[in-house]
Structures are given as structure tokens and as C-alpha cells.
């Protein structure tokens, strides 16, 4: 036992010569956010809007910081309080991740999705919509926020995707998202019926480990957005940080239009394709996520 | 910038004890007992900071009034109490105690203390010492979804409740921002809220121009910054940018169980859009009228002249209005210009109205011969009486130095420009005032809500001492610790 303490000392030791510079690499200091602030990346570019991130910190920590924390950390005094999955808890800046997006996954996200999502709001969360901020005010915040991450540093946001125009919504196109929501398997997390029951729901987590609930299309709105464009973008770019992956590499653009149109017949929301589907007396998927014959 | 910011920090943290030391030399003060509307119990259900809704708690700022206007909610779909641990109770008390030194150059007082036969002269009282405000004690929220409500029993420093404020409303109708209707007694939707009030004087924790009342004149009922009893209708953009409403109320100065007119009604209207100037931020600008009818006629009972409650008749008409805007400039500084033109009917500004509460009041009439003040039938007015008519503006400008810490100041003034009584001096009932006030939040978290707050008021009225008609001037300061909870 003791011969072997000397060993294990020197493990630890080498561990920590390599564990220390992760920790600290993975630790955003405030002087490290001082001097990422002070370089001229941290800036915002919004239609004609220039984000000035040094102009934000008082906004963000009237607004802001009581959620997402000092720190941009996601450690705000509120996060204590927040319990997934009916209330998830706040975005960590630090990461550098982020849901909605128009760009691919795994990149980051453009200044004006940040910007969009500060005036949307997440819906199912509480994190309301800031519109009544000021353009300036918006832009500034997306530039403060981007100055917590260092991957704005050392990445560029990827390029949107591209959406090709949106498409008349037809009975075939809506018999054929419903296709395409049996193929990729929607289903098994958003439910035959869309009540977010799938076989897959219970058992969801985002990155962190938080408990996290499928989008339940009877209930509120889609937490990127509810427009058709939205929508498309939301199943092409996936949602970073949560189990909903991009389908970018398994349906093509008109096979995700398709989608766009058979969702719309599952939220209680009055919509053309809602119209089609009663008219087509469309039934749900089978429960075992097949398409009903 | 983090340098900056810490150097703030400190400063704050050196001026935290400053104005300690300050308050153990010079005393605390008390103000009036204005109920004001600061809600910790919505920043402990939605974990927001107070500085995320007002400006400086409890003015304020645009999201707020997004909030308020949605009807206390975020619209994040966990607005329904369904979705609050069952325990949470949307309940918060605000009071405040203070030390104030209150001066009145011209009282009414004895010539000689004790007698009576010498009559009365008038002296510069001046008192201070330790007091409370009155009690807020507010609860609100939803009900459900698009259902919510504002319950808030408030008291006076002695204790002596009233409802301050009841109302229910309906939001969103239909998924419609534009639908939204409210029912019971409510404040008027002014821009600049009373409500809200960043001041706590007596003169200065009010705005004149909402209150004022012509020398002479007894319109009670037209008192913009009265809660008041009514339904109102009131839309908006999502985003909060157009404000519309229109409220139906009963001219009775919020005061319950119909004790004024047998049928008499006003209405408020106000409409406001909002800018975006860039860099200088978000701006409003709008307008509002209150056009209503009140009694002058009243039955009477048992020989004695007093007046039945609610059987007012006769009414005669009032109304005022003006503009309204709230203009920033950049992050720290913006200021708030309302104005108001006024006017009563002539019955008004001779003394009819409120007669009520006046009931030994006498009035000039045709006959040369003072009565009571009751427009009886074949009652008509002294020759040559004329409508009271009046311009008001109120300035002000507030300095943020950062979420915690406001310097504000006010000016108000209101110059009469039609007296009723032919050969009143013009300026009879003037009023002048100036505020200069700082409040200081020493936290700021999403639990409960502390101010130190200093403020000092000068007030000024023409005429209207109460033996010699000379000007009338007071002034008070304040110190207290504002706190809710």
C-alpha cells in the first residue's frame, strides 16, 4: 500500500499539470472578458445597426444578469430557482452554444439570430421578449453577450443556411411532411399526435444534463420562432445544446418545407394546411410511429 | 469597463455610509401617503430584478409598462398561476419610514393664543420629526392566462384602510394584444404614472397637475391622478410602441357606494406612440383627455338643506387635456413633459360640484345673496361668471447613474387664465413647485425592493393664504427608508 502512494502522488500530480490548464482555459475570467471586450471583435453587426458590447453592461445587468449571471455563466441568482424541464435554466454564455440559429449546427450562431432572440423571447421559459429595447440597445446586448464565449474569438458565425422559397402548401405536400415526420422519427420524442408523448420524451436532456421536454405542438409556440421560415430553420439547423438534432444530412429542402406544412396541422393554431388536413380527414401516425393506411 | 464599473461599485459602497451618517445628523422624513405600485411578488414569480421593469422601483421603464399592459404578464406561456409552485403568494407590502421637516409660511392661526375674540392672523409653522407613509398592501397577478387582477387595500399613516385600487381584467381577447378590458376602480392610464411616483412629499409626492382645482372652485371630480371607478378598454402593439385606451367612469373621484351623481359620467382617453432614435433610445410621445359631467343639483332631506348622497342631478361639464413625453437621451438621462389645459363650467368655478362633502359651503348666485351651494331649480349664476380655465406643464428630468442609483428633479407650474369671478386677480390659485429628489437601491435582486430616499419640495400657490389671501409657501424635506417587500 504504501509503495504504491509515491505512484499514485506522481498520477495526480501529472494529472493536475494537464487538468489545471483545461480548468483554466475552460474558466473565463473577468480580466480574460476585460481584455476580449477591449479587442474589436467584440462588436455586433445587426442590418445597420453596430452592437458596442462595452455600452451594454449596465442593460445587461438591469435585464440580464439576474438569470444568466455575472458571469454569463447561465449562474444567476434566479438559476437556483429554475427546475427543468418545465422551467430550464438559463443559457451559459461561456459555452458559446446556442438553440436558434440560422446557421448549420455546431456553429455560431449570426448577430442577428442572437438579436432576433432577445426580442423573441424563449417561449416556455423565462425569458420574455425584450422588444420594446431599442435597435442600439439589442445590438449592443448581442455584442456583450458574444463577449463571454472565447469562441467568438478564435470562430466566425457559419453561414446561414440557405432556404429555398417556400412552396404552395398542397394535400400532397402535407401527406408527404407527415411521410417525412414518420421517416425521421419525429415522433419518437414529439409524439405520434405532436402532444410531445413520445416513446423518447421522459428520457431527454439537454448538454448540461437538465431534464428537457420535447415541443409539445398543441401547447404555446415553438421557442425559435413561430413563422414557416422559422420552423424550417428549426429542423435544418437543430437546436445546439438539446436533443434535437439538424436533419440537414437526412431530408432535403422540399422534404423540410413538407414538414413545415404537416406541423402546422398538429398545432391548434388556424392554418391553410390545418384546413387540407381536415379535408383529407388525415389520421396520426400509427403508435408505432407508422404512417396510417 | 469592469474597472469602470468597480470603481462605481465603490463609490456606491463609500456613499452607503455617507448618507447613513447623514441620516443620524438630520433626522428621517415621512411623505404623504401616495399608495405607489412596486411589485416584488411579480419579480419573485418571473425571478426578474425590479430594475428589469422600473427605471427606478417604482417608475417604470417600457418593458414594465409592456408587462402592465399584457396584463402582469411576460407572455412566455408560463404566465398562468398553474405553473407557480403552489405556495407562491402574489402578495407585497410597501411603507415607509421617514423623518421630514414640513414649513408653512402662512397658517391660519390666533391672534392671541387661547383667544377667541381678536380673531385670527396668520404664522410660519414649522415642525419636524419621525413618521410613517401609509400602507401598501398589494397583491396581483393572474388568475389564469389572459385573466388577471389588482387587489390593494392601502391606509393611511394612522392605519385607516381603504381600496385604493380593485380591478379585474380581461387580456388579450381572442389572441388579440388590442382586446384587453379592465373593470372596478383603476388608475387613469396616464404616461407618467402618480402610481409610480419616484417622490414622497406632500406637494411633491403628487403631481399638482393632476389634482389641481381653481381657487373658488369645487370639481372634485376631474382629479386625473385618482384612481377611479370604471371599465376601461385598452390596446397595444406587441411590442408595445402604440398604446390606445379609453376608460368609462363614474364621476365620483373613485369614492365608493354612489355617493355624488344619480347618473353622471366622464371618460379617459389617452394614446401614445413610441420611437426609436437609436443611440438616444426608445421615446414616447402621446396625448390624453378626461371629459366627463358631474353634478351640481342635489335633493335634499328633512328640512335642513343637507344633500342625499347619489342624487345628484344637473350636471355640468368639464374636461382636460394635453401631451404627454418621455424622452431619453441615451442610457442615463431622460425627461418626462406633461402638459395640461383645463376647464370647468362656470357652475364649477363658482363653488357648485361638490356639495356632498361641502354641505354648509355657500355660493354667489343672481340674487346678490349667498346659498347654499345647490343648484336648485330657478337658481342662476352671478352676472358675468365665466369657466375657469387653466395651462399647466410639469418637467421632469432624471439622471440614472446606474440601475440603483436616480437623481431626479421636477418642476410644475399652472397658471390660471380665465378666472370664474369677473375682477379676480389673475394669478389667484397659481401654483409653482420645485422637487429635487435621489433614491438609492443599496441591492437589487429579484425578492424585495429598498430605497434610501432624500427629497426636498418647494411649493408656492398664489393667493390663497387663509386670512389674507397672500401667497401661500411651504417646503419640506425628507429622508426615508422606502422598502416593499
Known amino acids: 500500500m504504501n509503495s504504491r502512494l509515491p505512484q499514485m502522488t506522481y498520477a495526480a500530480v501529472i494529472a493536475g499539470v494537464f487538468a489545471f490548464p483545461a480548468l483554466a482555459q475552460a474558466q473565463i475570467t473577468e480580466y480574460q472578458q476585460d481584455q476580449w471586450l477591449h479587442t474589436a471583435a467584440i462588436t455586433s453587426h445587426v442590418g445597420n445597426v453596430t452592437g458596442d458590447g462595452s455600452g451594454a453592461e449596465e442593460r445587461y445587468r438591469r435585464y440580464c444578469q439576474v438569470c444568466h449571471g455575472k458571469m454569463g455563466d447561465g449562474n444567476g441568482e434566479s438559476a437556483q430557482w429554475f427546475e427543468p424541464p418545465l422551467y430550464p435554466k438559463p443559457r451559459d454564455f461561456t459555452l458559446g452554444v446556442f438553440k436558434c440559429r440560422s446557421t448549420p449546427t455546431g456553429t455560431l450562431p449570426t448577430d442577428e439570430d442572437l438579436y432576433n432572440t432577445i426580442g423573441r423571447g424563449m417561449d416556455r421559459s423565462n425569458m420574455p421578449p425584450w422588444n420594446t429595447f431599442s435597435e442600439q440597445t439589442r445590438a449592443d446586448l448581442v455584442a456583450w453577450i458574444k463577449h463571454y464565449s472565447p469562441r467568438w474569438q478564435t470562430e466566425k458565425a457559419g453561414p446561414p443556411i440557405e432556404i429555398p422559397a417556400e412552396p404552395e402548401v398542397t394535400a400532397e405536400r402535407v401527406k408527404a411532411g407527415q411521410e417525412v415526420y414518420s421517416r425521421v422519427q419525429c415522433w419518437k420524442c414529439h409524439g405520434v399526435t405532436g402532444n410531445a408523448n413520445g416513446p423518447s420524451a421522459s428520457t431527454l436532456t439537454d448538454d448540461p444534463g437538465h431534464p428537457i421536454l420535447p415541443y409539445n405542438f398543441h401547447e404555446g409556440r415553438p421557442k425559435c420562432g413561430n413563422s414557416d421560415t422559422e420552423l424550417y430553420k428549426i429542423f435544418m439547423t437543430g437546436l445546439d445544446g438539446t436533443p434535437m438534432p439538424s436533419f440537414s444530412d437526412n431530408i432535403k429542402p422540399d422534404e423540410a418545407w413538407d414538414l413545415v406544412f404537416f406541423l402546422r396541422t398538429l398545432q391548434s393554431y388556424p392554418s391553410k394546411a390545418k384546413e387540407i388536413a381536415e379535408q383529407l380527414h388525415l389520421k396520426p401516425l400509427n403508435p408505432d410511429g407508422s404512417l396510417p393506411k | ?485
Request: hydrophobic share 35%.
Open chain 2, 1 to 485: 469597463m469592469r474597472m469602470w464599473a468597480q470603481s462605481l461599485l465603490c463609490r456606491k459602497v463609500r456613499l452607503v455610509p455617507s448618507f447613513g451618517a447623514a441620516l443620524a445628523l438630520v433626522f428621517l422624513i415621512l411623505a404623504s401617503s401616495q399608495p405607489a405600485h412596486a411589485i416584488p411578488a411579480f419579480a419573485r414569480k418571473y425571478g426578474l430584478r425590479c430594475s428589469a421593469c422600473h427605471e427606478s422601483w417604482p417608475m417604470l421603464n417600457f418593458f414594465g409598462q409592456k408587462f402592465k399592459d399584457n396584463g402582469y404578464q411576460l407572455m412566455n406561456d408560463r404566465d398562468s398561476p398553474i405553473w407557480q409552485n403552489p405556495s407562491y403568494w402574489p402578495a407585497t407590502m410597501r411603507m415607509t419610514p421617514i423623518w421630514h421637516r414640513v414649513s408653512t409660511n402662512r397658517n391660519q392661526v390666533d391672534v392671541y393664543t387661547g383667544d377667541t375674540v381678536t380673531g385670527t392672523t396668520e404664522a410660519k409653522i414649522t415642525s419636524s420629526g419621525f413618521d410613517l407613509s401609509g400602507l401598501d398592501f398589494h397583491t396581483a397577478g393572474t388568475l389564469e392566462k389572459n385573466f388577471s387582477f389588482y387587489l390593494l387595500p392601502s391606509s393611511d399613516p394612522t392605519g385607516a384602510f381603504h381600496f385604493e385600487s380593485v380591478f379585474a381584467r380581461v387580456d388579450n381577447i381572442g389572441n388579440n394584444p388590442w382586446l384587453n378590458v379592465k373593470f372596478g376602480k383603476f388608475e387613469l392610464d396616464n404616461l407618467l404614472s402618480e402610481k409610480r411616483i419616484l417622490t414622497l412629499t406632500a406637494n411633491g409626492g403628487i403631481y399638482q397637475l393632476y389634482h389641481f382645482i381653481p381657487a373658488g372652485d369645487n370639481n372634485i371630480f376631474g382629479q386625473i391622478g385618482d384612481n377611479q371607478l370604471g371599465a376601461e378598454w385598452m390596446g397595444h402593439s406587441a411590442n408595445d410602441r402604440t398604446r390606445i385606451s379609453a376608460a368609462l367612469l363614474s364621476s365620483n373621484d373613485g369614492s365608493v357606494l354612489l355617493p355624488y351623481g344619480s347618473e353622471s359620467y366622464s371618460a379617459f382617453f389617452a394614446a401614445s406612440q413610441a420611437f426609436d432614435f437609436g443611440k438616444l433610445g426608445v421615446s414616447r410621445f402621446g396625448g390624453y383627455a378626461m371629459v366627463g359631467e358631474a353634478p351640481t343639483q342635489w335633493l335634499t332631506n328633512g328640512g335642513s338643506g343637507a344633500p342625499i348622497p347619489g342624487s345628484g342631478t344637473g350636471n355640468k361639464g368639464y374636461h382636460r387635456e394635453g401631451f404627454v413625453g418621455q424622452i431619453y437621451f441615451g442610457e442615463h438621462a431622460d425627461v418626462t413633459v406633461v402638459t395640461q389645459h383645463g376647464w370647468d363650467s362656470a357652475w364649477f368655478g363658482q363653488g357648485y360640484g361638490d356639495f356632498v362633502d361641502n354641505p354648509t359651503a355657500t355660493c354667489a348666485n343672481s340674487t346678490g345673496f349667498p346659498a347654499p351651494c345647490n343648484n336648485l331649480p330657478g337658481t342662476s349664476l352671478a352676472p358675468g361668471s365665466r369657466a375657469p380655465t387653466w395651462n399647466g406643464v410639469l418637467v421632469e428630468p432624471h439622471y440614472v447613474v446606474n440601475p440603483q442609483w436616480i437623481l431626479l428633479t421636477r418642476y410644475e407650474t399652472i397658471r390660471m387664465s380665465q378666472q370664474s369671478t369677473p375682477g379676480t386677480p389673475s394669478d389667484l390659485g397659481n401654483v409653482t413647485t420645485y422637487t429635487l429628489g435621489t433614491r438609492i437601491n443599496p441591492f437589487m435582486n429579484n425578492r424585495a425592493g429598498f430605497a434610501y430616499h432624500a427629497e426636498y419640495n418647494w411649493f408656492h400657490q398664489d393667493g390663497t393664504s387663509p386670512v389674507t389671501g397672500s401667497n401661500l409657501t411651504s417646503s419640506e424635506l425628507l429622508f426615508g427608508f422606502d422598502f416593499d417587500f
